[in-house]
Structures are given as structure tokens and as C-alpha cells.
């Protein structure tokens, strides 16, 4: 088994700051990519950020600038530190894993339950 779970969303004032987590856990032999995602009310999932195992990262045009993703592959912990936040940054953020199990050689996609950032005064 194989779990990701996320904190950190919360209602924060337009301008503000939020720091997501994600950290993984259980049988895991190694974790490639990971990713933060998100989804609007209304609006299809879209990727906000993504980091290789080496730290190459990637993100997405509406957030560059402003988002910053990191990860710390001891605690196979993800994190998106959030500044300069905008209304339109509400959704619920979703992080991704690219995992290894222990007992396969194959690679699987995990995903977290979400977390729930909300920017509004």
C-alpha cells in the first residue's frame, strides 16, 4: 500500500501566502516525479508544478513567478510554496507521485485526497 497525503490548504487574503505538503508513505522503493495539480469548481484538473527526482522542475504559466515546487526525497515529501495568491488560485490541489513499490518493478501513479486552497477577503 501506498499513501500520499496533503495538508496546508487553507482561506488566505488575496496577496497571501500558503506552503502545501505531501508526503508519501508505505511500501515504496523509489519515487520518480511528482506533481501538484488542481482543480476549479467547474474547471478540468490542470497541472500547476512538477519536479524530477533530480529536481528539474516545471510549471505552469498562470503560477510562474509566484509558485515555487520542492521536494525533500529523504522523507518522500513534496511541497508548493504559494506567494502572490489570486482569487483564481482556488481550487482543491491535488499531489501526484510517480512511484516504485518495493514488491514491483513497474512505476504507478499515486494521488493524494486534496487539500482545499481558498483566496478570497
Known amino acids: 500500500q501506498v499513501q500520499l497525503v496533503e495538508s496546508g490548504g487553507d482561506l488566505v487574503q488575496p496577496g497571501g501566502s500558503l506552503r502545501l505538503s505531501c508526503a508519501a508513505s508505505?511500501?515504496?522503493?523509489?519515487?520518480?516525479?511528482m506533481g501538484w495539480y488542481r482543480q476549479a469548481p467547474g474547471k478540468q484538473l490542470e497541472l500547476v508544478a512538477a519536479?524530477?527526482?533530480?529536481?528539474?522542475?516545471n510549471y505552469a504559466d498562470f503560477v510562474k513567478g509566484r509558485f515555487t515546487i520542492s521536494r525533500d526525497n529523504a522523507k518522500n515529501t513534496v511541497y508548493l510554496q504559494m506567494n502572490s495568491l489570486k482569487p483564481e488560485d482556488t481550487a482543491v490541489y491535488y499531489c501526484?507521485?510517480?512511484?516504485?513499490?518495493?514488491?514491483?518493478?513497474?512505476?504507478?501513479?499515486?494521488w493524494g485526497q486534496g487539500t482545499q486552497v481558498t483566496v478570497s477577503s
Open positions: 501526484n507521485a510517480d512511484i516504485i513499490r518495493i514488491e514491483s518493478s513497474s512505476t504507478y501513479p499515486y
Open positions: 519536479i524530477t527526482r533530480g529536481g528539474n522542475t
Open positions: 508505505g511500501s515504496i522503493f523509489i519515487i520518480l516525479d
